[in-house]
């Protein structure tokens, strides 16, 4: 069994994932959230650095439980939920979202922690490291989104 799946199967088992029926149609409703995310803390990046940090967060996030979705997974609610979607990433979906985007999806999570619960989030977060992390969420949302939209079309095809 590769790595992947063995993660994959110990993440089941200790319930950091959970198995639920598949949905196609919600995944890309989620991946439609995520992208509106993106736009939105473009928006704010000068005006709510905190909010708009939260919100490249939460497109990454949402892009990520799309796929897990699609393949009826999700994640498991409370603490570590966060920590568990990354890793899916890094382990389901290595060979989609770059390497560099994970490691920047990582920092972009401990932002938003920074945020929503540390000191003088607005003196430590600019408008500049916003930008940034909003291309990196659009990069895992439309890789995530081209992956999804490859998974349809190879049910769609005949087999051979």
């Known amino acids: ?19 639920v029926t598949a949905n196609m149609a919600a995944a890309g409703d ?14 704010l990046a000068d005006d709510d650095t905190p909010l708009a ?7 990454i996030r949402k892009a990520i439980t799309a796929h897990m979705l699609a393949n009826g997974l999700r994640p498991r609610g409370g603490e570590g939920s966060h920590r568990i979607v990354l890793e899916y990433a890094r382990t389901q979906l290595g060979d989609v ?12 999570r401990q932002d938003r922690a920074l945020a929503e619960y540390g000191d003088f989030p607005t003196r430590q977060l ?4 916003v930008r940034a992390a909003a291309q990196v969420a659009e990069r895992i949302v439309n890789a995530v989104a081209e992956a999804l939209a490859r998974q ?9």
């Open 152 to 160: 349809v079309q190879s049910r769609r095809e005949p087999k051979r």
């Open 30 to 43: 989620r991946i439609n959230d995520a992208r509106r995310h993106v736009r939105s803390a473009r928006a």
């Open 53 to 59: 940090t939260a919100a490249c967060h939460d497109a």
């Open 126 to 129: 600019n408008s500049a490291h």
């Open 1 to 19: 069994m590769s790595p992947d799946r063995v993660w994959l199967s110990e993440a089941i088992a200790t319930r950091d994932l959970e198995r």
């Open 97 to 108: 979202i770059d390497e560099d985007d994970l490691e920047e999806a990582r920092e972009i």
